[in-house]
Every structure is written in C-alpha cells, then in structure tokens.
C-alpha cells in the first residue's frame, strides 16, 4: 500500500515535504530543492525509486510500498551529522518496533549482520542532503542482497508502519541534529561509541583504494574518524569506506 500521506500531514503539520509514487531517486529531487534554498527539515520521499542511490556508488534497492525512501534537507552540512542520522534512525526503529539495531560506522545500521538501512549524504548549496533508506515490510530481497539485507518484517514476523516510523524518525532526526548544535560533535561522537558494537575492539577489513586493510577498531578520532590498529600495531585512520566484519 501506498504511504498514507494525509496521516502523516495530520500528524507533522509544521513540516514542508513532497511525496511521490515513484522517483528515479529521492537524492536527485531533494538535491535540486537544497540549491532552490528549500527550508531545514524539508523533505522528499518516495513509494518506489526506480534508481536508487547507495553510499560508495552502489545502488539502493527500492521496493515498491515496503521500504521507507526519503531525502531530507539539514543543516549544518558538518561531517557529524552522518553519524546523528544513524543514531536516529537507531532510535526510531527501536521505538516503533522494538527491534534492537546496531551501527557499523559510519551509518550502516544492522541487525546482527545483515544490513537493515543505509543513509547517503551529500553536500548541495551548503546545505546536506541526507538520504535515508529502511528496508521495513519486504518479504523477501534479491539473490545478491539475500545474504547481506534484512527487513524489519523479516526479523519481527510481521508489518509494521511505515507512516508511525516515518513521524518517528523525524523527530528523532531533530533531536540529534539539536545535539550537534547544542553540544557538538564530541556529544554525538560518544552517543555513537556506546551504540555501536564497531567502534571499539571489533576485528574488521577495511576496503581502501590500495587494497584490503584488517586489524582491530580502537574507537573515534576527533573528527569522528574510524582508527583501525593493523595486526603489525600500526594505526590507520578510516575517512571512509567498507567496514566489513574480519572473514
Ligand atoms: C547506503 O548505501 O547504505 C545508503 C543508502 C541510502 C538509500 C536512500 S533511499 C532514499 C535516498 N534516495 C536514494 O537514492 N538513496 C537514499
């Protein structure tokens, strides 16, 4: 079923946002309302995209009517608020399903090893366009997918809302994006050590364009940065890039 758009008017009426059936990406609309100067908070969503964008030039599944798919303006654009997105997004699905996720930094958010959503951010105008995608109600994903994605349907049984998850998230989104503002970043980055299981003693390969790299998290840089100890005790500083448990 097609997301219930009059419900969530009702129930966010001070929030601007644009609805679709179908889009080739939230991304590419939003994108264009962030260089039209479109207010923080705006928002843009999607039943289905037909070309949906991942993080790393990968594309992003998008299921008609089961996942939640939407691009939301913030700012400040500071490098922060990717890991606030993953704590709110976090939140929201605990809140409203009960289910317990994990982060693997910076913003994959599992449910033990299989991924359950993903989050792409980019920058436009000087304002961040921050992409936000759920897998929620599929019953079930490509073969490519199968083994690496997981839906919250699949982990609880049964369906659960996409519009309650949705109000949810936004609110959580502010409340994060209101610690970074308030606190700094230092506030989000120690959120983000305690939920997550990747920060801090997780043996993990790291993809990096010279090559494969493992070793041993050992928590956050200043600047939220990802510090890996190789197995020969030196110290690589993760900027970005496939954080995958150690095979
Ligand atoms: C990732 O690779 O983990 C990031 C996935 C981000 C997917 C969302 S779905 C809504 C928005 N539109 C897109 O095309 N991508 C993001």
Known sequence: MPLNQNLVRQLVPSRAFEWHSSLDSTMRIAAERALAGAETGFFVGADEQTAGQGRLGRSWHSEPDTGLYFSIILRPAVPALTLALGLAAVEAIRVITHIDCDLRWPNDVLVGDRKVAGILTQVHGGAAVAGIGINVNQQQ??????????????????????????IALLDDIDMHVDILTRQGHGAIFDLYTHASTYVSGRRVTVDLPEGPVTGTTAGLTEAGY?????????EVIIVAGGVRPCS
């Open 141 to 166: 994903f490509p073969p490519d997918l199968a083994s690496i994605a997981t839906s919250l349907r699949l982990i609880s049984g049964h369906d659960h809302p996409r519009e309650a998850l949705l």
């Open 226 to 234: 990802l510090r890996l100890r190789r197995d020969d005790g030196r």
